[in-house]
């Protein structure tokens, strides 16, 4: 499974961007998918996550309410719309896809951490200026 991840560029604070992630190898209909980001000098922070059928989401607290992540399981992509960017958003995004999308939000199962993801794509440098 090859996952590529586009959509990154330099915006205002205030700004919007909309990062895909594309699938090739493996219709990912069934996996979690998720989106996490790693700024300079920082640890690698999960962001967002969506389940296989794509009508749960959950997202870390810094963003909520402002970015929305959804999949295309037709198209085999899956989407991050970030609204309201500020600089501390500032890093390069991943996106990353788990097998153990039959236990995606099931009760103490911890969608959050990268190690449950298998694939990951190669990262999109977003950059918002003050």
């Known amino acids: 499974v090859q996952l590529q991840a586009s959509g990154g560029g330099l915006v205002q604070a205030g700004g919007s961007l909309r990062l895909s992630c594309a699938a090739s190898g493996r219709n990912l209909r069934r996996y979690g998918m998720g989106w996490f980001r790693q700024a300079p000098g920082k640890e690698r922070e999960f962001v967002a996550t969506i389940a296989w059928s794509g009508g749960s989401t959950y997202y870390v607290d810094s963003v909520r309410g402002r970015f929305t992540i959804s999949r295309d399981n037709a198209k085999n992509t899956v989407y991050l719309q970030m609204n309201s960017l500020k600089p501390e958003d500032t890093a390069v995004y991943y996106c990353?896809?788990?097998?153990?999308?039959?236990?995606?939000?099931?009760?103490?199962?911890?969608?959050?951490?990268?190690?449950?993801?298998?694939?990951w794509g190669q990262g999109t440098q977003v950059t918002v200026s003050s």
């Open positions: 990353a896809a788990s097998k153990f999308g039959s236990s995606w939000f099931v009760p103490g199962f911890d969608e959050t951490r990268p190690g449950l993801y298998d694939y």
